[in-house]
């Protein structure tokens, strides 16, 4: 449905996340000299503009605190288009209402109750500096709600905490695209947004951000608007769906021989999720849509992950192990007899013809792409999950390194989940300390595993691929041992001798295969994915204790949680650029 109730027209899937267009402005002493219904008009033909450059069928709300003045100018305008409407208070509703006059007020609780969602800040008037404190805090969960932003500001510089100066300049710090509009009207709707420039230069200042007019809006909605999957990855997905569980199997074989851990008659079946169990209190509705659109694509981003993983490394695993093989078969052919040869003829082209198969297979389907894109697309979510009960949408997500399809697919969902509705109290702020508490536990125990089984695993390959270099070595030792002895010592004139031809195939093959584990230990990256995993671990624990110390605070806990998202986050990165120079390629 469109915002208005009608069904989406084709140009936007139906029942596609809106987008979140933020309001911050200036107060009616500010805007004195202003005509509200000529500002109104303003307003609400600026939020024409933004539509008109959507795609079709696109829907949006409007979050904002529902101040008098700019923002409840813009509530009416959004209201009016039919966009929903999400408020913020900086209070508790009841002490936030203190600050309007009687008109005022009632108009205060209309508005609230034509908001689909209202979120409490826990703020406080009893501190110093603690109004102002509240205002900003809601200007910044607002900035953490927001696709972009409409400013409704004169261009002055801050004249206090919280202000529409100060939230402009942190969301161009942010890279949010900012609408600005004159009170007055002196000047045209201005467009501040990094995107405009030609190339990535950084975090921008409200000095150096690129600027742009309203004729620039259907470029800036066209990276908003939730646009659908490329067409090559359903092919992809299809393909590595289907491939044969065969081609997985390499890589738990290589765990269990190596003393890593034992094989599982799960290593044959297709990861696929647990069953969750969802929110049954109608009150926790900001539950209720993280279990309905957030863990079913986390579990599916999850499985998919693991099994792109599966199928890579197995991929090489089997590559590296075939081409060994390959060279020793064709080195058997020196001593077997002459009768077997096409037997190890025919082993040695299904070897070659293995390698190839599972190469083309792995690049068609992307295994490596997928499992990058997945995996980041799992961590992320899994930190939304937390942070969305605070208002933290990672729109933009935590780091600027992220592919396409994972920031757009997260995207979505966050839009999805919205703003949270309720009162911000010491319960909640307990329930989001407990589950952030939880979080760390999970990830560090996982880390923990995941690095002292990689460990174990480039300790053995290396040892293993040591012995073999080792024994290939005693084998030439002996082999000029028995030269020397026959040239000096044993050798009589006009008698030849020849060393068995299987010292020659044990000489060449141990070599190759040798060569082959050092090949597996490099793709596969083990140590480095070791000590990444034991930095971590250290780094979460670290986090612990300090989420653990500190008593449950709005500020804090929200940090916190970024922080977390931002070591998580930052652990898939190294690991992606990592393992993105490692291809599925040929070895040699």
């Known amino acids: 449905m469109s915002a208005g109730g009608q069904p989406a027209p084709a140009g936007v899937p139906a029942g596609a996340a809106p987008i979140a267009v933020g309001i911050t402005g200036h107060r009616p002493d500010r805007l004195l000299a202003i005509d509200p219904a000529e500002l109104r008009d303003r307003l609400a033909a600026l939020l ?39 408020t913020i208070l900086p209070f508790a509703r009841e002490d936030y209402a203190q600050d309007f006059d009687a008109a005022p007020a009632a108009e205060l609780r209309h508005r609230l109750d034509q908001s689909a969602n209202v979120l409490e800040l826990p703020g406080r008037r009893d501190e110093p500096g603690g109004e102002a404190a509240a205002y900003e805090r809601a200007g910044r969960v607002m900035l953490g709600q927001s696709d972009v932003l409409v400013a409704i500001w004169d261009g002055d510089p801050p004249r206090g905490r919280g202000g529409a100066a100060q939230i402009v300049a942190e969301a161009v710090a942010q890279a949010i695209p900012v609408l600005v509009l004159r009170p007055d009207g002196s000047q045209p709707p201005l467009l501040l947004w990094s995107g405009l420039n030609d190339h990535e230069s950084g975090p921008e200042a409200l000095d150096t951000v690129a600027r742009g007019t309203a004729g620039d809006l259907p470029r800036l909605m066209a990276r908003l608007d939730s646009i659908p999957a490329p067409a090559g990855a359903a092919p992809a997905r299809r393909a590595m769906r289907d491939a044969p569980p065969l081609l997985a199997i390499a890589y738990p074989l290589l765990l269990a021989v190596t003393g890593v851990r034992r094989f599982r008659l799960a290593d044959l079946r297709r990861p696929c999720p647990a069953g969750r169990t969802a929110a049954t209190d109608p009150a926790k509705t ?5 279990d309905e659109q957030l863990w079913p694509r986390f579990d599916a981003a999850d499985c998919e992950a693991s099994l792109a993983a599966q199928l890579f490394r197995s991929a090489f695993v089997s590559s590296f192990a075939l081409a060994a093989l390959s060279v020793t078969l064709a080195l058997l052919g020196l001593v077997v007899p002459t009768a077997v040869k096409p037997f190890l003829a025919a082993g040695e082209f299904l070897s070659i013809a293995l390698i190839l198969i599972i190469t083309h297979w792995g690049s068609r389907a992307n295994w490596h792409g997928r499992w990058l894109e997945q995996r980041t697309l799992a961590e992320e979510l899994r930190c939304l999950a937390v942070s ?6 990672f729109l933009r997500g935590v780091r600027a390194e992220e592919s396409a399809g994972a920031g757009r697919q997260r995207r979505d969902i966050a839009r999805r989940i919205a703003l949270p ?10 329930e989001a300390h407990d589950s952030l508490v939880a979080l760390l536990d999970d990830q560090i125990g996982y880390v923990e595993r995941e690095s002292g089984r990689m460990h174990r695993l480039e300790h053995r390959l290396h040892r293993f691929g040591g012995l073999l270099f080792t024994i290939t070595a005693l084998v030439c030792v002996c082999v000029l041992g028995v030269e020397l002895v026959w040239t000096f010592l044993l050798h009589e004139p006009g008698v030849e001798h020849a060393l068995p031809l299987g010292v020659t195939v044990v000489s060449a093959s141990l070599p190759a295969i040798g060569a082959a584990v050092y090949g597996i230990r490099m793709q596969g990256d083990f140590a480095g994915a070791a000590e990444r995993n034991a930095a971590l671990a250290t780094q979460l624990t670290a986090l612990r204790r300090i989420a653990q110390d500190e008593p449950p605070e709005f500020d804090a806990l929200r940090r916190l949680i970024r922080r977390t998202a931002e070591m998580l986050t930052a652990d898939v990165s190294q690991w992606s650029r990592a393992t993105r120079a490692r291809p599925l390629s040929l070895p040699g």
């Open 48 to 86: 024409r503009a933004i539509e008109a450059a959507a795609a079709p069928g696109s829907r949006f709300r409007l979050v904002g605190s529902l101040a008098e003045g700019a923002d409840m100018l813009a509530a009416d305008a959004a209201l009016a288009a039919g966009w929903q409407l999400d």
């Open 286 to 290: 900001l539950q209720t849509r993280i």
């Open 388 to 393: 969305a009960s605070l208002g933290d949408l």
């Open 421 to 430: 509705s309720g009162r911000i109290d010491a319960a909640y702020l307990g």
